[in-house]
């Protein structure tokens, strides 16, 4: 029987039925298609015993122009995954088992397949070229859409715009596939790293954080992972993620980019000045500053300027902007890690779920994605629910777990590194524990899940007055009266960074806004 490659619908009456997404013609022109190539796959996985494990993972039913086509693979795709032989007398039972015998044109047409060609060694690169035609169509009816959406002047732009993107990205995540990698040039890459770590100091083959004993636990924060950092509120999460990122850009010279989706970059900048000049934050705010205050805010806040160290302040950042964003700064200004504050305040708009835990969990996924595209390290911080307040008074009581974040379990599972600040102290609401030791300033940086590596807690210095977090094992610096005698010799009308020592006020008030490099 000759095979018809003209495009058609078949039902028992012979009538073409065309669906709601059967589609031929688009504009006056036909839509990318390739029928006798759909015909060779077919009667390819007919005949080959094994063809269908190769082309399993490439080709979808809808992926097939043809509705007959579409639905003989359903079949094929029914009995590979009922482990059953796939050959012509099983699919055209299972057509039969259907109901759909009738509608691809019988027992003769399946037949017909399996004879258009002499073997299927040729059967993948076909596959893949078919699924290609599915997905130039799959971007034709997209443009298509958002093209009559944007004529109609009762849409809002910026919606359109989140939709355009959620739909872009949920088509190039649906059909972009990875080829597998030979383990040797992998080796060559551990080596490689391994060599890295070795020619370190520290020996650390990821990014230094500053907080040593952290470093040792985690050695150094990795590339591609993605870190969840949680906490219940007042804890100190944004002041753990800016001291750090302070470590980073300034110690180090690691470029670091912060995504506030909670605070402005001025309230931010803010805490920075805080953390770094050692002044409490209401007297940043007030601007009511000693003279030394001043001489302490013009002889530190130095560190700062020049620092690889970008702020994104955005509110409700969707996903999808992220993703824009995050390529863009690594690629112009070699960001080597990114900060989300926090993970509950992003969305996906776009695309629609059934519920916001649904949401969450895309949003987690993504960040591991773009983790791996990136090749850097993402730390997101997130909230914890309620259930860490209603356990019991004791220290233990209060500390958190992994089944106390909000929102989604698909967090701790896309994560590969999960941490928890705890201050004993917020809870005890005393000097000392149980047990006599002294927990003022105690905060307990737990890792609950190391997918690479070994969990424990890890001890630091919280200082409630600076938003700061230290290594436990350092001093606390002294503060005002450690740099008066140093500053009182800085000559601070010849730098041009500080300008004049009469207008600090000024100073401050400029050093918040866009003259800082943030």
């Given at each position: 029987m000759?095979?018809?490659?003209q495009?058609r619908?078949?039902?028992g009456?012979?009538k073409?039925?065309p669906g709601?997404?059967?589609?031929y013609?688009?504009?006056?022109?036909?839509?990318?298609?390739?029928?006798?190539?759909?015909?060779?796959v077919l009667g390819a996985?007919m005949?080959?015993?094994d063809?269908?494990t190769?082309?399993?993972?490439?080709l979808?039913?809808?992926?097939f122009?043809?509705?007959?086509?579409?639905?003989?693979?359903?079949a094929?795709?029914?009995?590979?995954?009922s482990q059953?032989?796939?050959?012509?007398?099983?699919?055209?039972?299972?057509?039969r088992?259907d109901?759909?015998?009738?509608?691809?044109?019988g027992p003769?047409f399946v037949?017909?397949?399996?004879?258009?060609?002499?073997?299927?060694a040729?059967v993948?690169?076909?596959?893949?070229?078919?699924?290609?035609?599915?997905?130039?169509?799959?971007?034709i009816?997209?443009a298509?859409?958002i093209?009559k959406?944007?004529f109609?002047?009762?849409?809002?732009?910026?919606?359109l715009?989140?939709?355009?993107?959620?739909?872009?990205?949920?088509?190039?995540?649906?059909?972009v596939?990875k080829?597998?990698?030979?383990?040797?040039?992998?080796?060559?890459?551990?080596?490689?790293q391994?060599q890295?770590?070795?020619?370190?100091?520290?020996?650390?083959?990821?990014l230094?954080?500053?907080?040593?004993e952290?470093?040792?636990?985690t050695?150094?924060?990795?590339?591609s992972?993605l870190?969840i950092?949680?906490?219940?509120?007042?804890?100190g999460k944004?002041?753990?993620?800016l001291?750090?990122?302070?470590?980073?850009?300034v110690?180090y010279n690691?470029?670091?980019?912060i995504?506030s989706l909670?605070?402005?970059?001025l309230?931010?900048?803010?805490?920075?000045?805080?953390?770094?000049?050692?002044?409490?934050?209401e007297k940043?705010?007030?601007?009511?500053?000693?003279?030394v205050?001043?001489?302490q805010?013009?002889?530190r806040?130095?560190?700062?300027?020049?620092?690889h160290l970008?702020i994104d302040d955005t509110?409700s950042?969707s996903?999808?902007e992220?993703?824009?964003?995050?390529r863009r700064?690594v690629r112009?200004?070699?960001?080597r890690?990114?900060?989300?504050?926090y993970l509950q305040?992003?969305?996906?708009?776009?695309?629609?779920?059934?519920s916001?835990e649904?949401?969450?969990?895309?949003?987690?996924?993504?960040?591991?994605?773009?983790?791996?595209?990136?090749?850097i390290?993402?730390?997101a911080?997130?909230?914890?629910?309620r259930?860490?307040?209603?356990r019991?008074?004791?220290?233990?009581?209060k500390?958190p777990?992994?089944?106390?974040?909000?929102?989604?379990?698909a967090?701790?599972?896309?994560?590969d590194?999960?941490?928890?600040?705890h201050?004993?102290e917020?809870?005890?609401r005393?000097?000392t524990d149980?047990?006599?030791?002294?927990?003022?300033?105690?905060?307990?940086?737990?890792?609950?899940?190391?997918?690479?590596?070994?969990?424990d807690d890890?001890?630091?210095?919280f200082?409630?007055k600076?938003?700061?977090?230290?290594?436990w094992?350092?001093?606390?610096?002294?503060?005002?009266?450690?740099v008066?005698?140093?500053?009182?010799?800085?000559d601070?009308?010849?730098?041009?960074?500080?300008?004049?020592?009469?207008?600090g006020a000024?100073?401050?008030m400029s050093a918040?806004?866009?003259?800082?490099?943030?």
């Amino acid at each position: 029987m000759p095979i018809d490659n003209q495009p058609r619908s078949y039902s028992g009456s012979g009538k073409r039925q065309p669906g709601k997404n059967d589609l031929y013609e688009f504009g006056g022109r036909t839509q990318p298609s390739d029928t006798d190539l759909e015909e060779a796959v077919l009667g390819a996985l007919m005949l080959e015993k094994d063809a269908y494990t190769g082309v399993c993972d490439i080709l979808k039913p809808e992926c097939f122009y043809e509705p007959r086509n579409r639905k003989i693979y359903e079949a094929i795709q029914h009995l590979g995954a009922s482990q059953r032989p796939i050959d012509m007398l099983t699919v055209t039972e299972q057509l039969r088992a259907d109901g759909n015998l009738d509608d691809v044109g019988g027992p003769a047409f399946v037949s017909a397949l399996t004879m258009r060609i002499a073997s299927g060694a040729n059967v993948e690169y076909h596959a893949r070229i078919v699924a290609q035609k599915y997905l130039a169509r799959e971007l034709i009816s997209f443009a298509a859409e958002i093209e009559k959406k944007a004529f109609d002047q009762s849409n809002d732009v910026d919606d359109l715009l989140q939709e355009a993107e959620g739909r872009l990205f949920e088509i190039s995540q649906r059909n972009v596939k990875k080829d597998v990698t030979q383990i040797d040039p992998v080796i060559g890459q551990a080596i490689e790293q391994i060599q890295s770590a070795a020619n370190r100091a520290t020996g650390l083959s990821g990014l230094e954080s500053g907080f040593h004993e952290l470093d040792k636990l985690t050695s150094g924060w990795q590339n591609s992972d993605l870190i969840i950092i949680a906490a219940r509120p007042a804890m100190g999460k944004t002041a753990f993620v800016l001291s750090m990122a302070k470590n980073m850009a300034v110690n180090y010279n690691t470029p670091v980019a912060i995504f506030s989706l909670e605070m402005s970059n001025l309230q931010l900048v803010n805490r920075l000045i805080s953390n770094v000049c050692e002044l409490e934050s209401e007297k940043i705010k007030s601007g009511q500053l000693q003279p030394v205050e001043w001489d302490q805010l013009m002889a530190r806040i130095k560190e700062l300027y020049g620092a690889h160290l970008f702020i994104d302040d955005t509110p409700s950042l969707s996903i999808f902007e992220l993703r824009t964003k995050a390529r863009r700064l690594v690629r112009e200004h070699n960001v080597r890690i990114m900060i989300i504050d926090y993970l509950q305040l992003m969305n996906a708009s776009g695309m629609k779920f059934g519920s916001r835990e649904q949401e969450v969990s895309m949003i987690s996924r993504s960040l591991k994605q773009l983790a791996k595209e990136l090749n850097i390290p993402i730390i997101a911080l997130s909230q914890l629910n309620r259930s860490v307040e209603n356990r019991g008074d004791s220290k233990e009581g209060k500390r958190p777990q992994l089944s106390d974040l909000r929102e989604s379990g698909a967090i701790e599972q896309d994560a590969d590194i999960v941490c928890f600040i705890h201050r004993p102290e917020y809870y005890l609401r005393s000097d000392t524990d149980a047990s006599g030791n002294d927990i003022r300033g105690l905060a307990e940086f737990i890792v609950a899940k190391h997918r690479s590596g070994r969990v424990d807690d890890v001890k630091m210095r919280f200082r409630a007055k600076y938003a700061r977090f230290e290594n436990w094992d350092e001093e606390p610096a002294v503060g005002i009266g450690s740099v008066s005698s140093r500053i009182s010799t800085t000559d601070f009308s010849s730098d041009p960074a500080m300008g004049n020592m009469d207008g600090g006020a000024d100073f401050l008030m400029s050093a918040g806004t866009s003259d800082v490099p943030f």
